[in-house]
């Protein structure tokens, strides 16, 4: 047998062992996630509920004792308000247990529940009526307290039967867990004895086919993925005028009159639609292009992006302030930098949605060294609930993002852009307070710095 049939062959049998791994791993994984579940179920009321109902109903008779002590009408109320919890606590975990039995039997509760609160208002009231001759209210509802207290030993019973049978099927789940790991275990301890087998018989192979073969699959995949990398770029450059494109269409539609107009319009935005998950699709890692650098007003900034997103931010009931004095000017790439400023402003108000404000403020600062040009700083300040501290040290990893169906390149981008500008990205952030991202720019000779 040729080592090409032995490869062959090995091959062959590695895929069908690898399938017979992967079904047994997720057979494996769906009993983990089954007895997960079901230990899940056993710290939540549903076996318990018999014992907080013992427990419950001594507070209702306390409750009684002390109307009858000074026949108070606060008390009566007292005793109204803890009934009322109860049914309502009766009524809420009738949906967690895990069996018909005990759905029934606090359905049978909840109505003696019922009953005994007539019954005690209804004496309460004679009472007050005859204190001389009517009986303790307690009293006169030992029948119907004795009969709810049966109920809750049923209750209880049943919880037992239903604590067994999970205990039953936890066992049975975790037999099945053991048997697929044990087997797991086998078709992997099998995989590496053929991945030895095949690696010995790659040395034997003649090299220099191999080697042809490797250069051209690697020449070919780093063709593909500098192709994905433009792709991407271009991909995410597309999704900020796409955003300008729908926010203005917003506002356009609102004045067009029903029509043709109006369908125009309409037809326009599913195709915006439509290209930006055509984007989605294509957004990978992206490398902006080197900025092309000229002397810009940090106001004139501002004011386009609020020009681009004050529509979107309005109907997020958000204001947009600008906090920014006429004579300070950037070294920048004008549209570069306005694409931070909108990722900056959109991270902004997607952490508020119950509204808030947002505010654009520039200042400069003296230059790090003598006879070095100033700077100036940006801020992005927004009023959100600030970010959490499990967030904070992935902010920047490209792909890493919390918003459903984001591709986690807004803050990367930005702060590539602002690099190759010759700045810096950085942010503040406090709970409940908002966050700040501030980046440095070249400020233009006649920028006067403050100290």
């Given at each position: 047998?040729?080592?090409?049939?032995?490869?062959?062959g090995l091959?062959?049998?590695?895929?069908?062992?690898t399938?017979a791994?992967?079904v047994?791993?997720?057979s494996?994984?769906?009993?983990?996630a089954?007895?997960?579940a079901?230990?899940?179920?056993?710290?939540?009321?549903?076996?318990?509920?018999?014992?907080?109902?013992q427990?419950?109903?001594?507070v209702l008779?306390?409750?009684?004792?002390?109307?009858?002590a000074?026949?108070?009408?606060?008390d009566?109320?007292?005793?109204l308000?803890?009934?009322?919890?109860?049914?309502?606590?009766?009524?809420?975990?009738?949906?967690?247990?895990?069996?018909?039995?005990?759905?029934?039997?606090?359905?049978?509760?909840?109505a003696?529940l019922?009953?005994?609160?007539?019954?005690?208002v209804?004496?309460a009231?004679?009472?007050?009526?005859t204190?001389?001759?009517?009986?303790?209210?307690?009293?006169?509802?030992?029948?119907e307290?004795a009969?709810?207290?049966?109920?809750?030993a049923?209750?209880r019973?049943a919880?037992?039967?239903a604590?067994?049978?999970?205990?039953?099927?936890s066992?049975?789940?975790?037999?099945?867990?053991?048997?697929h790991?044990a087997?797991s275990?086998?078709?992997?301890?099998?995989?590496?004895l053929?991945a030895?087998?095949l690696t010995q018989?790659?040395?034997?192979?003649?090299l220099?086919?191999?080697?042809?073969?490797?250069s051209?699959?690697?020449?070919?995949?780093?063709?593909?993925?500098?192709l994905?990398?433009?792709?991407?770029?271009?991909a995410?450059?597309?999704?900020n005028?796409?955003?300008?494109?729908?926010?203005?269409?917003?506002?356009l539609n609102?004045?067009?009159a029903?029509?043709s107009?109006?369908?125009?319009?309409?037809?326009?935005?599913?195709?915006?639609?439509r290209?930006?998950r055509?984007?989605?699709?294509?957004?990978?890692?992206?490398?902006?292009?080197?900025?092309?650098?000229?002397?810009v007003?940090?106001?004139?900034?501002f004011?386009?992006?609020?020009?681009?997103l004050?529509?979107?931010l309005d109907n997020?009931?958000?204001?947009l302030?600008?906090?920014?004095?006429?004579?300070i000017?950037?070294?920048a790439d004008?549209?570069?930098?306005e694409?931070?400023l909108?990722?900056?402003?959109?991270n902004?108000?997607?952490?508020?949605?119950g509204?808030?404000s947002i505010?654009?403020?520039?200042?400069?600062?003296?230059?790090l060294?003598?006879g070095?040009?100033?700077?100036?700083l940006?801020d992005?300040?927004?009023?959100?609930?600030g970010?959490?501290?499990?967030?904070?040290?992935?902010?920047?990893?490209?792909?890493?993002?919390?918003?459903?169906?984001g591709a986690?390149?807004?803050?990367?981008i930005?702060?590539r852009i602002?690099?190759?500008?010759?700045?810096w990205?950085?942010?503040?952030t406090q709970?409940?307070?908002?966050?700040?991202?501030?980046?440095i720019?070249?400020?233009?000779?006649?920028?006067?710095?403050?100290?």
């Amino acid at each position: 047998m040729t080592p090409q049939i032995q490869v062959y062959g090995l091959l062959l049998l590695a895929i069908l062992l690898t399938a017979a791994a992967t079904v047994a791993t997720g057979s494996a994984w769906r009993h983990l996630a089954r007895l997960r579940a079901n230990f899940g179920a056993t710290q939540s009321e549903s076996f318990h509920l018999a014992e907080l109902v013992q427990a419950r109903m001594p507070v209702l008779d306390e409750a009684l004792l002390r109307f009858d002590a000074t026949q108070n009408p606060a008390d009566l109320a007292a005793f109204l308000k803890a009934s009322k919890s109860m049914t309502g606590w009766i009524r809420s975990n009738r949906f967690s247990v895990t069996s018909t039995g005990q759905a029934a039997l606090l359905g049978q509760i909840q109505a003696a529940l019922g009953l005994y609160t007539q019954r005690a208002v209804a004496l309460a009231q004679e009472s007050q009526r005859t204190p001389s001759k009517a009986r303790p209210v307690s009293e006169g509802l030992k029948t119907e307290t004795a009969h709810i207290l049966n109920l809750a030993a049923q209750l209880r019973l049943a919880e037992q039967a239903a604590l067994t049978r999970f205990m039953e099927e936890s066992n049975h789940t975790i037999a099945s867990l053991q048997r697929h790991l044990a087997g797991s275990v086998i078709v992997i301890f099998v995989l590496g004895l053929m991945a030895a087998r095949l690696t010995q018989l790659a040395k034997i192979a003649p090299l220099s086919a191999k080697l042809a073969e490797t250069s051209t699959a690697l020449e070919r995949h780093e063709k593909l993925a500098s192709l994905g990398t433009l792709a991407a770029g271009v991909a995410h450059e597309i999704r900020n005028p796409l955003t300008a494109i729908k926010v203005r269409l917003h506002s356009l539609n609102r004045s067009l009159a029903e029509g043709s107009e109006r369908e125009d319009a309409l037809v326009i935005n599913q195709e915006i639609q439509r290209l930006e998950r055509i984007v989605q699709d294509f957004l990978q890692f992206a490398r902006p292009s080197a900025p092309q650098v000229e002397t810009v007003s940090a106001t004139i900034l501002f004011e386009q992006v609020k020009r681009l997103l004050g529509a979107q931010l309005d109907n997020g009931h958000l204001e947009l302030k600008i906090d920014c004095p006429a004579e300070i000017r950037v070294r920048a790439d004008p549209q570069q930098i306005e694409q931070v400023l909108i990722n900056l402003v959109q991270n902004a108000a997607e952490s508020m949605a119950g509204g808030g404000s947002i505010t654009l403020r520039a200042s400069t600062k003296p230059p790090l060294l003598a006879g070095r040009q100033s700077q100036v700083l940006l801020d992005v300040i927004d009023t959100g609930q600030g970010i959490a501290p499990e967030i904070q040290n992935r902010l920047f990893d490209p792909f890493f993002s919390t918003k459903e169906g984001g591709a986690g390149l807004g803050l990367s981008i930005a702060t590539r852009i602002v690099e190759r500008h010759g700045g810096w990205l950085r942010y503040k952030t406090q709970l409940g307070r908002g966050t700040t991202f501030s980046f440095i720019l070249p400020g233009a000779p006649e920028s006067k710095h403050e100290d």
